[in-house]
């Protein structure tokens, strides 16, 4: 029995031992549990700290903190949003909403400014084209002051390029016909272009054919000497223009007078003799002359004795041709 006891004694002596050895252990466990709960911590919060190191952060990270240890482990249960400010330029963020991290916008289009290199071509969007029309009244200047794109409406028609131009001469050619051109232009419309002339040797009225704004009238033949013409313009609306008085000359072309005797420039008295004035054109009218009077042209005539006779072919007092006989 004493044995017995003994041996009770030592298994009770060891359950004893156990026991403590458990509770030792279970002391022990607790720290190291805690410990591990914040060496993860740690390591989750010096990685934030890294990347963010702002109070935002921090604040993030206090939080997690207190639920760390509420909860008994070390993972962040949240996702940190983009923050202003955190130095880094977030997905969300632009150099508007957050210049402190993005970077600091310089000039550009866009940023509705008109800036030094920009203009309305180049960037529209900040800067605004200057109208191109200030609406006014329509006065007759060449210009579309009302800005509805039509240039002088309700003015007369104007003239340009008059073809032959006043003053122009030309040389006689038989056959030949001359045109008459004036280009008008009128923004209501050109209804009839007429041309008052004096070709035919009076007055007269014709009306004149175009192509395009180009109005032209056609003569055919023209004797030599002066002429005066005109061309009136009335558009749709009834408003009327004129040129103004345009001259044209027609000079007659060259002509070689000639003076011949027959039978020869010495003859005997009694013979009769044929002195003839002849021009090279017929725009030419010869004049036979003998000691400065007009005589029949030619002159057949058996002359009185004397020592000479002189005979002049003219064209008018301007050109001659003398001879002696
Ligand atoms: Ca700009
Ligand atoms: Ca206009
Ligand atoms: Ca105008
Ligand atoms: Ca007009």
């Not at 969300?92 to 309305?120: K, R």
């Not at 003239?159 to 131009?165: A, G, H, K, R, T």
Request: glycine letters at 6%.
């Amino acid at each position: 029995m004493r044995f017995k006891n003994r041996k009770q004694s030592s298994n009770n002596f060891k359950k004893g031992i156990f026991a403590v050895i458990l509770l030792v252990a279970a002391v022990l466990l607790i720290p190291l549990n805690t410990i591990n709960t914040k060496n993860n911590f740690a390591e989750e919060l010096n990685v934030n700290s890294v990347n963010t190191d702002s109070l935002q952060a921090k604040s993030a990270a206090n939080l997690f903190n207190s639920q760390s240890k509420s909860l008994g482990y070390g993972y962040l249960p949240f996702v940190i949003a983009a923050t202003c400010g955190d130095l880094t330029c977030d997905t969300d963020e632009d150099a508007f909403s957050c210049p402190e991290d993005c970077a600091t916008p310089g000039p550009f289009c866009g940023d509705n400014f008109c800036d030094a290199n920009e203009n309305p071509n180049t960037c529209p969007s900040d800067c605004i084209a200057p109208p191109t029309c200030i609406p006014s009244t329509e006065i007759c200047d060449g210009i579309d002051n009302n800005c509805d794109s039509v240039v002088d409406e309700g003015c007369s028609p104007t003239s340009s390029n008059v073809n032959p131009y006043s003053g122009s001469q030309v040389t006689y050619s038989n056959g030949q016909s001359y045109s008459f051109k004036v280009q008008w232009q009128d923004s209501d419309g050109i209804s009839i272009v007429t041309i008052a002339h004096n070709f035919g040797g009076s007055q007269a009225t014709a009306t004149a054919s175009n192509s395009g704004n180009i109005y032209t009238f056609l003569q055919p033949g023209l004797s030599a000497g002066s002429y005066i013409w005109k061309q009136t313009a009335t558009d749709n609306n009834g408003n009327s223009a004129v040129t103004g008085d345009i001259s044209f000359i027609v000079n007659k072309a060259p002509s070689t007078l000639t003076l011949t005797v027959a039978p020869s420039n010495t003859i005997t008295f009694g013979t009769p003799s044929t002195v003839t004035c002849t021009a090279s054109t017929a725009q030419v009218s010869p004049v036979l002359k003998r000691d400065g009077t007009a005589v029949s042209n030619p002159e057949v005539a058996a002359l009185d004795a004397k020592t000479s006779y002189s005979y002049t072919c003219e064209e008018k007092a301007v050109r001659c041709s003398n001879v002696n006989r």
